[in-house]
Every structure is written in structure tokens, then in C-alpha cells.
Nanobody
């Protein structure tokens, strides 16, 4: 399984960005796709996740109400719409894919990881 993330960039505080992640390869056993982020000098943290079938969505408290995760089952893609961005959202955002039923907020659940995409929010 390969994951390709895109959509990062530089935005002013209060602005929006949309991240995309495309999964290819042996994707028939997807359980969940999620987004994590890592800011400079900090641990990587959970941002949001969407289970595949049925679809449930999960969010970190810090992004709830501002970020929306969605997925396109047919295209094996997951999106992260980020609104009301703040400087503290600055980080490298990575998408990940898990194939087994396990806690979606745990990094250990995700077997496959894409390359990160930089999101920078200026004040």
C-alpha cells in the first residue's frame, strides 16, 4: 500500500486548507485512514480518522469543530478540510492507513504511512 498526501502550504491565521491522501495498492482490507501531525520539537499526535465501513469519524479535541475528515470509498481517498487555522496548527501532516480493528487514535493501529505535507499558519 502506498499513500500520497498533498495540499499543504502556507496560510494566514483564520484561513483554510484541504489535504488529500490517495491510497493505492492492496487497499481491499482498509479499516481506517487517519491524519497525524508533528510540530517542531513535539511528538506526533493524532488529528482525525475515518473508519472505512461503516464510516465513523474521530477528531482530536484541539481540532474538533474546525477540521472535517471525509473519505471517498471508491477512490480510496481521504480528505482533511481545515478551517479557522491557527499558528498552533503548524506541523507536518501525515496520512496513515490501518487494516485491523484497533484504537484509531493510536499510531500503532496504522501500518502504512505516507510522506508528510507541511502546513504553516502565519499569525
Amino acid at each position: 500500500v502506498q499513500l500520497q498526501a498533498s495540499g499543504g502550504g502556507l496560510v494566514q491565521a483564520g484561513g483554510s486548507l484541504r489535504l488529500s491522501c490517495a491510497a493505492s495498492g492492496r487497499t481491499f482490507s482498509v479499516y481506517v485512514m487517519g491524519w497525524f501531525r508533528q510540530a517542531p520539537g513535539k511528538e506526533r499526535e493524532f488529528v482525525a480518522a475515518a473508519s472505512w465501513d461503516p464510516t465513523y469519524t474521530y477528531y482530536a479535541d484541539s481540532v474538533k469543530g474546525r477540521f472535517t475528515i471525509s473519505r471517498d470509498y471508491a477512490k480510496n481517498m481521504v480528505y482533511l478540510q481545515m478551517n479557522s487555522l491557527q499558528p498552533e496548527d503548524t506541523a507536518v501532516y501525515s496520512c496513515a492507513l490501518g487494516t485491523f480493528r484497533a484504537p484509531v487514535r493510536a499510531q500503532e493501529t496504522y501500518r502504512y504511512w505516507g510522506q508528510g505535507t507541511q502546513v504553516t499558519v502565519s499569525s
